[in-house]
């Protein structure tokens, strides 16, 4: 006998994943799977997944598209979003602001996170490859540290005038790239 199995996401989450993917609610969804979304501008030719049971959202169509989200990024606190290159992402925390668009940002510049690691505040730097050197304080970093990509560490706890001076920078130390955030 065949086991149903079904994937459970909370409501929130799955609007926010369908408004990241589709910001202007021109896309039509379509049910893969019990874990699996998929959205597109033609019904039958879709460009995004969403994996209901991680929660994340994938480009379709290339072989080296990239997560446009990788991480978890916790309770719905409000209305963010960024536009990179034209093209505008919701995000419904400024923990998800601050990871989707470093993970955005570092796909459109494959040099900026280096760069980014070599600046660092009083007590903490926003990205590093070990995550011990995220903070002064090695409690900090086993709690606030967050992976996002290939290795890379993020610290997330941060002041939206953190926030928004942390993306002032990546956005500086990326001047080919168009980024421009609401905080």
């Known amino acids: 006998m065949a086991t149903l199995r079904a994937t459970s996401i909370p409501t929130a989450k799955l609007i926010s994943l369908i408004k990241q993917a589709d910001p202007k609610g021109v896309m039509h969804a379509r049910v893969v799977n019990q874990e699996r979304l998929e959205l597109g501008a033609d ?11 991680n929660e994340t959202l994938h480009s379709l169509g290339s072989p080296t598209a990239m997560p446009l989200t990788s991480v ?5 606190t409000g209305s963010y ?11 419904t925390s400024l923990k998800a602001l601050l990871l989707q668009s470093l993970t955005a940002l570092d796909a459109a510049d494959p040099h900026l996170l280096d760069k980014l690691s070599a600046v660092k ?8 490859k070990d995550k011990y050197e995220l903070f002064d304080s090695k409690q900090l970093a086993d709690k606030y540290a967050v992976q996002i990509q290939n290795g890379w560490w993020v610290g997330t706890n941060n002041s939206t005038q953190e926030v928004k001076a942390w993306l ?12 421009s955030a609401s905080v």
Request: charged share 15%; aromatic share 10%.
């Open 121 to 128: 505040k009083r007590t903490k730097r926003i990205v590093t």
């Open 81 to 91: 979003w960024y536009q990179l290159n034209g093209k505008q992402f919701g995000c």
């Open 43 to 53: 019904p039958f030719n879709s460009s995004v997944a969403i994996d209901l049971a």
């Open 168 to 179: 002032a920078r990546a956005a500086s130390l990326s001047p080919n790239v168009g980024f």
């Open 72 to 76: 978890s990024t916790g309770r719905v």
